[in-house]
């Protein structure tokens, strides 16, 4: 064993078989889906790591505890149980399941934005951003600046105070729905946020009367940073910081198929009661009675035990040891990566590492499909590919800021083995970049259009870029 790989705090009791198939399959089936991962069957992957949303391998305990689903409609015994770990954990007195992270954002913005009013973010994650237009708000993201991609420092993903009051003092609080803070930040590559940037994005907000949520995906991942890394905190637990950072806002949105340890899952959870009446008299028309909020009895029992689990600190310390661990052997082969290495993922850089592929030809896309081609792994571009490309109302064409590719983690999926073999992958692949071509869209569709598009590989690299 390599002295720095992080050990697993469990054991493993129930297994499922994955295939490696052979290259000549692998290049079929990579060509049968046009040069596009989602295309790819799930089966015909070796290790997915696609994403760390709904893919976390359940507990004995939880799968003991779905067995214990009360899924009576109203009032269930399971919702009781619920509630009662969310307001520990959140500190808040009501709690709203819901079926996932998008459904408690579209419930929290159908009531409180009005139509041209801003919603104001760390950084928006794409959900968040598509339900803040969906509601007729401006999604505006305010991250701290000068956030150099592979510079180490801590809690990168923090707001940035001064330009959350310059656009307060410019547009007006009664301009702002709502602030809310992402932990951690997702689309900054899954980087912590401090508890002192918390306080202070807090104080700002309830000075001005504005409204502060969480979008809590990752808290746990968040609140294992602040442990490690801020001054003060190492010798508090994960669920005191938790409660103490829950404790300066207003309330929560969180998909629980992140830190809620499950398949599926999401919830809301609030201070004001008259928010929660709005909040609830909406959801029953659209998700479902207040107290399942479109889930079964029995995933209500898989979260009241995942919240729990997800506090523990071994289980945490091995989860961010083990995205630090993957990142460093990627560097070993001498490939550039977002640093420091975030919560859920590791990210490539891809433009780096591919300079002779332009940003119109995908590099983060052709190192993608390099991962398939030579080891049977999933990945996915953040990059030109999902960014870039024209809206189709508009006309205006959009700019990746980075070709980025993202080996998200599942959590207590994938053992350091299965990770010390993406490491040799990317080795291999790295050992003939120079050969590597890039890629054109053949078929497009008018919105998001790295999930369906098709690609063929460019024949030449291009000399007259
Ligand atoms: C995943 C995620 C969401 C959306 O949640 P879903 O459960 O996928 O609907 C919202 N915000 C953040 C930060 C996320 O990571």
């Known amino acids: 064993m390599k002295r720095n790989q992080p050990i697993e705090p469990h054991r493993i009791k129930s297994i499922e078989p994955i295939k490696l198939l052979n290259r000549h399959e692998r290049e079929a089936k990579i060509k049968d889906a046009h040069f596009n991962i989602f295309k790819l069957d799930a089966e015909d992957i070796y290790i997915d790591l696609l994403t760390d949303s709904g893919t976390t391998a359940m507990s004995a305990k939880q799968w003991g505890a ?20 969310v307001q520990e954990i959140f500190v808040k007195e009501f709690v709203i399941p819901c079926h996932q992270g998008r459904s408690a954002e579209n419930l929290m913005f159908s009531t409180v934005v009005k139509p041209g009013q801003y919603v104001l973010n760390n950084t928006h994650f794409d959900t968040t951003r598509g339900n803040t237009l969906h509601c007729g708000g401006v999604p505006i ?34 301009s702002i729905a709502m602030v809310i803070m992402t932990v951690t930040n997702n689309s900054v590559g899954g980087q912590p946020v401090s508890m002192a940037n918390i306080k202070e994005v807090s104080e700002v907000c309830h000075r001005h009367g504005l409204l502060f949520f969480f979008d809590a995906a990752r808290f746990a991942e968040n609140c294992y940073f602040i442990k490690r890394d801020e001054a003060g905190y190492a010798g508090k637990s994960i669920e005191e910081i938790a409660k103490e950072m829950f404790s300066y806002a207003d309330g929560a949105m969180m998909s629980a ?47 009241s035990v995942g919240l729990k689990e997800v506090l523990d600190f071994d289980y945490l310390h091995y989860r961010i040891g083990q995205v630090a661990y993957l990142g460093a052997e990627i560097q070993k ?57 024209v809206d189709p109302n508009t006309g205006q064409e959009f700019k990746a800021p980075h070709e980025l590719v993202r080996l998200a983690m599942p959590r207590r999926v994938y053992t350091n083995s299965h990770y010390d073999y993406i490491a040799e992958v990317v080795a291999r692949i790295v050992a003939r970049k120079e050969k590597l071509t890039g890629y054109s869209i053949t078929r497009e569709p008018r919105l998001l259009r790295h999930f369906t598009c098709d690609l063929e590989p460019v024949k030449k690299v291009s000399m007259t870029v």
């Open 66 to 85: 779905l067995m214990m689903g009360d899924e009576s409609y109203a009032g269930a015994r399971s919702f009781r149980h619920f509630e009662k770990v």
């Open 141 to 174: 993201d305010l991250p701290s600046s000068a956030v150099e991609l592979l510079d180490a420092e801590a809690f990168k993903g923090n707001m940035d105070v001064d330009k959350l009051e310059q656009f307060i003092s410019e547009h007006g609080p009664e």
């Open 257 to 303: 198929k992140k830190d809620g340890m499950a398949n599926i899952g999401g919830l809301i959870a609030l201070n004001d009661k008259q928010l929660f009446d709005k909040v609830t008299e909406l959801m029953i028309v659209i998700e479902g009675f207040c107290t399942y909020g479109g889930l079964a009895g029995r995933d209500l029992e898989v979260l």
């Open 333 to 389: 082969a001498g490939i550039p990566i977002v640093m420091p290495t975030g919560g859920h993922a590791v990210f490539i850089d891809a433009g780096r590492l591919l300079p002779h592929i332009p940003s119109e030809q995908f590099p983060g896309q052709t190192l993608a499909v390099e991962f398939y081609r030579e080891g049977g792994v999933r990945v996915v571009e953040i990059g030109s590919l999902m960014f870039g490309g």
